[in-house]
């Protein structure tokens, strides 16, 4: 049997799917889903393993033109990861109209020398009678290689996504240990799903002034139990009202979820406790986003 292995890159706008394609496919959440923008920052890799296949998947923080600190950090996780890659796949939210964004992502894509692949996701939530008109519009802009509809979320056309993809790859030796899923160190995806539950729960009141720092990270052999201390970072006092809730309700509702996502990771029951600490301007220090792992 001949073996393929690579990796893949996968860009395109924040909210397009990218993340959501990413866990379906491993069968395992290695990269948090929000639908709020912006959700990956860092660069995540997940490894896909099949029977004469291997693949080294790049989740990419969604692209975007750059204005503050996180967005250059985020520019330059951006290029690394596509760099590296055999072929991209430009992920485009098919529930709302082609935009400037998706132009963007596309030019800036284009200027690299790798293959592209444009996957028109979020078919679920077209209309049938819009489908051929959708893919339409793209083929015109884009005159991609290959466009191909699917929905990440129901799993509509994803095999045959897969089936394709795997052509793309050098045939060669697998590069990754068998059991390998993701680069990630524990403890950040730890940080990532307790930023997760934040996103979820909070709505539209905290957009992305919350950063999440483990500050403590055992195993209690005798209880069979995680402890996990971490720290919720905001902007200003005044969003510990939102992140505290009525009577400690928000905080409790975060760390309860948070704890049910751990235990699911982790595979062992979690204690966590969370702290909220304000760290003005978090977001433009360079030191900070690195003690965090976010540079
Ligand atoms: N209906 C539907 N929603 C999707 C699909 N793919 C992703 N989503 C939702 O779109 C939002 C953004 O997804 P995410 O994977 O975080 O996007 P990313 O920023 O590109 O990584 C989340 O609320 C997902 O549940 C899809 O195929 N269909
Ligand atoms: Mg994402």
Known sequence: MTKRCGYIALAGRPNAGKSTFLNAVLGEKVSIVS????TT?????GVYHGDDLQIGFFDLPGIHKPNHAMNRVM?????????????????IDVSVPLGSGDRFVHEMLGKLDIPIIVVANKMDLVNK??????????????QPKELIPISAKTGDNRDHLM?????YLPEGEFLFQDDML????IRFMAQELIREKILHYTREELPHAAAVAIESFQYDEARETYEIGAVIYIEKASQRRIVLGQQGSMISKIRRGAQRSLHELLKKPVELDLFVKVS?????NDRFLG???LK
Do not use: Y
Request: charged share 25%; proline share 5%.
């Open 182 to 185: 993701t680069d990630q160190p």
């Open 291 to 293: 003690e965090i792992n």
């Open 129 to 142: 009678s819009k489908v051929l008109p959708t893919l339409d519009t793209i083929h015109k802009e884009f």
């Open 163 to 167: 089936s394709i993809i795997a052509s």
């Open 41 to 45: 920052r860092n660069r995540i890799l």
């Open 280 to 284: 003005e301007n978090w977001r433009n």
């Open 75 to 91: 520019m330059r996780l951006v290029n690394q990861g596509v760099g590296d890659a055999d072929l991209i796949l430009h992920f």
């Open 35 to 38: 639908d709020k923008p912006q």
